[in-house]
């Protein structure tokens, strides 16, 4: 095993803590429990606890980064299957990466450490911005500053409450939030655009790349 996938198993056994028992309740001794390690082995990669906090936010940014290309590449024209997609792809990366869920938590966990949590919501407002301004007629009310923070608001909470919503209702629809979130920023043509995406995309979409976070 070479040193980057040590890296990586440590941070994926310390991103189960994480969602386990928080950040207060994470210590290094259960991570290093968790891996058969001792904790200076551990400490060799990730000294602290706010370190391992550190690489989940790096992580969500590496992953903002990642789905925001892929659906650029995907849709360099139309922002709603831009955002569609994006959106899509995160959500299936919230259940196949740890470090990438773990960094989600940090959000609503008020004992974890701020670090770049900031950029990361500047990070989502950027893109949002970007594929509205493509995706909205002229002259929209409200701006498209507005109808960015309007479509992160509902998006946002989705990822952060959606395990208490009902998602199998009948007529639920797949991307039921990323839809409610274009809807109300004032796009057209919604559903059409999440039908297409989705028959293109569901089942088909890319892998995490690990090698491109960047802890430096």
Known sequence: MTGADT???????AAQEFLLRGYAGTSLSAVAERLGLTKGALAYHFPTKADFANHFIRTLRA???QADAYANSEYPTCGARRLLLHFMVMGSWSATVPCYAAGMALFTDSASPTFEADDVIQDWLALSIEALETAREPAPSPSTLEAAEIFLVTNLGAAFFGRHVRLNM?????????RAGLKAAGVSHVDQHADDVLSKHDGRLPAFDYARIDDH
């Open 63 to 65: 992953a903002t980064a």
């Open 7 to 13: 890296r990586r198993a440590i941070a994926e056994a």
């Open 170 to 178: 009948p007529g639920t629809q797949k991307l039921r939030f990323v």
